[in-house]
């Protein structure tokens, strides 16, 4: 009978929420293998924190099995997520190695629930998601279904999230020129950047909503089955006039080169928040779900941890609920796999109404 798997590797401990993730670890006793591309970085922080450390890329798959196979999990937080997802959850499908990231992409989630079956025969879970995207708003959305179990239509929202990583804001570029997401009827339509919006009501004032292409549109069909879902944010005035003002000339960033150009220099001008920011912040989300005739809806406010902040605690729960076995296989969701009130467990969370 072979040996119960127990390591678990961290691939990108190098980048902004990686890192903070592998220190975060160290505080709580556990000792993940930290991964990823650039051994200086690596090395360094795998010395300072006194944990093993791998260097290896994701451009040869049985490079990638070999460093991988003898754990339990990976942690994959090296992204862009749209170019480097694929090859990892296709290594741990192959070694029977559990899947999670911190993904928010829609088109990733897309491609990784088409892996499904193969993880399934293999007995893996694929769980991309399990930060600030899609943690929260997932677990949400499976409390408003739980409230009203014949739900046809779910809204989502959240402000607050502000200060941004390198990761994010390259991500967030790639997504730019293709419109934002909604599901209508269980379909996935395109619709153009800031043309749905909304006025909300969240810890006693009001705040303009834009939809956004955020990782729920896909994943909470898929934990609620619910066909019509739109996910919106609020974005500080001057934001929301930037975006407005680029939004005619975003189809440039189909051009591969020119995205790489704007994204190297994302990563000379961008740091992501501060410890005190991080400490200090404060993310309040909305839902409402209601029937096809409108004759009954509910909604729920929610408080949780600033989002790298909460990225942080929720991606190591999920890390010890594997470990202790808490696991199905094929893709799954956050609220799927650990229920509606794992977003309860995440230091910081409360439910407000």
């Not at 220190?23 to 990823?36: C, D, N, Q, Y």
Request: charged share 20%; aromatic share 10%; with cysteine.
């Amino acid at each position: 009978m072979a040996a119960k798997k127990k390591n678990w590797l961290l691939y990108g401990a190098n980048g902004y929420t990686g890192e903070l993730i592998a220190r975060r670890a160290v505080e709580k006793g556990l000792k993940p293998i930290l991964a990823g591309r650039s051994e200086i970085k690596i090395r360094a922080l795998a010395e300072e924190l006194g944990l093993p450390f791998r260097i290896f890329a994701l451009d040869n798959d049985l490079e990638i099995q070999n460093q991988i196979g003898d754990c339990l999990l990976v942690l994959h937080c090296a992204g862009p997520f749209i170019e480097t997802a694929e090859p990892m959850a296709n290594a741990c499908i192959a070694t029977g190695v559990h899947y999670l990231d911190i993904t928010g992409e829609i088109p990733v989630y897309e491609k990784l629930y088409s892996l499904s079956s193969k993880a399934i025969a293999k007995k893996v879970m694929l769980l991309p998601g399990v930060g600030f995207d899609i943690v929260p708003t997932d677990c949400l959305a499976v409390m408003l279904k739980e409230k009203l179990p014949k739900a046809h239509f779910l809204e989502l929202g959240f402000s607050g999230f502000t200060d941004i990583s390198r990761g994010t804001l390259k991500s967030a570029l790639a997504q730019l020129p293709y419109g934002s997401k909604v599901r209508r009827n269980g379909k996935i339509e395109t619709v153009p950047q800031l043309s749905m919006k909304k006025i909300v009501e969240i810890s006693g004032s009001y705040a303009e909503f834009f939809a956004i292409p955020w990782g729920d549109v896909f994943t909470s069909f898929i934990s609620t089955g619910i066909p019509n879902i739109a996910v919106y944010s609020s974005f500080p005035a001057s934001q929301a006039k930037i975006l407005k003002f680029l939004r005619p000339t975003t189809f440039f960033l189909k051009n591969s080169l020119i995205l790489k150009g704007i994204q190297k220099l994302v990563d000379f001008t961008v740091s992501g928040p501060d410890v005190e920011k991080r400490k200090s912040g404060v993310v309040y989300l909305w839902g409402e779900a209601w029937t096809e005739a409108s004759s009954k809806k509910v909604s729920i406010r929610m408080r949780c941890a600033e989002g790298y902040e909460f990225t942080v605690e929720s991606a190591l729960a999920a890390v010890v609920k594997i470990e202790k076995g808490k696991v199905q296989s094929g893709f799954m969701t956050p609220a799927k796999v650990f229920g509606s009130k794992f977003v309860l467990e995440i230091p910081g969370t409360k439910i407000l109404s």
